[in-house]
């Protein structure tokens, strides 16, 4: 499709990407409430196999556009900008809904948890352990990829690859020690508001480190094909301000549900 226009906004071209996309995640979201009602995986693992080879081939779509086309004009990254900002904005409101509901419950615990909180059946994580040591992972990843930023604008890339290697590992690494310490974890998500709150607001934030770290590792193996340069790499930036919300609500969630409310 070529474009004649005399203006610097992209017109997309036509994709089938967009009708994919949500054909998978239909077929993801039915098949998980097959899973959970039936113990059979079929239907939701036909699900992520729709949605990752849409993300594969829609990125595909994107890098081409962008990098080869170079279709993305100074006031198209600057749309895209405005665009990853309002996204983080809504991730925000997303997490202060759990927040609220873990704060509305623990300032003013009914009678039903016995007034107080932690409620008494519930024996809390030690917070100098593991979510200590998660909160110093997550910090040290803030440096290691600002680390990473600095060096990309400085024309670097040795830099950048080796201090976005480690941010990688670093994510992959809470990731373990998040997964083992929901091993060992003395209640469940069904003991009470409190293990409700606790599991669904440190459950979608540790799904929102395996999300951050596979958009690095994207930016990683992009990097490495010399896809970014001083001036092109919107992309890796949208992962930069995307990793630094991600150890922001960590922040959070570390001082009120594992220090505060222990």
Request: glycine letters at 6%; hydrophobic letters at 50%; proline letters at 3%.
């Amino acid at each position: 499709m070529k474009n004649n226009s005399n203006h610097p906004y992209h017109l997309v071209d036509f994709s089938p990407w967009p009708l994919t996309g949500a054909i998978g995640t239909l077929t993801l979201v039915t098949g998980m409430i097959k899973w959970f009602h039936n113990f059979n995986m079929n239907l939701l693992i036909l699900g992520y196999l729709i949605v990752i080879l849409t993300m594969y081939q829609w990125w595909r779509d994107i890098y081409r556009e962008s990098t080869l086309q170079g279709k993305h004009t100074i006031l198209v990254t600057k749309g895209l900008k405005w665009g990853m900002i309002l996204f983080i904005i809504s991730e925000i409101f997303f997490f202060i809904s759990f927040f609220w509901a873990f704060f509305h419950s623990s300032l003013s615990p009914n009678i039903e948890i016995g007034i107080m909180w932690p409620p008494m059946s519930i024996m809390t994580f030690n917070p100098y352990q593991i979510p200590l040591l998660n909160t110093i992972i997550l910090i040290t990843s803030g440096i290691t990829i600002t680390w990473s930023h600095h060096a990309i604008m400085t024309n670097n890339y040795s830099q950048t690859n080796q201090s976005l290697f480690l941010t990688i590992m670093l994510g992959i690494y809470f990731t373990i020690l998040q997964g083992y310490e929901y091993l060992e974890a003395p209640f469940t998500i069904a003991d009470s508001i409190y293990g409700s709150t606790f599991f669904m607001a440190t459950g979608f934030h540790g799904l929102h480190v395996i999300i951050g770290t596979t958009f690095l590792l994207i930016c990683f193996i992009r990097n490495l094909n010399n896809h970014f340069s001083k001036n092109h790499h919107f992309g890796f930036e949208a992962a930069i301000w995307y990793w630094h919300f991600v150890d922001v609500v960590w922040l959070f969630l570390y001082i009120s549900i594992y220090w505060w409310s222990n």
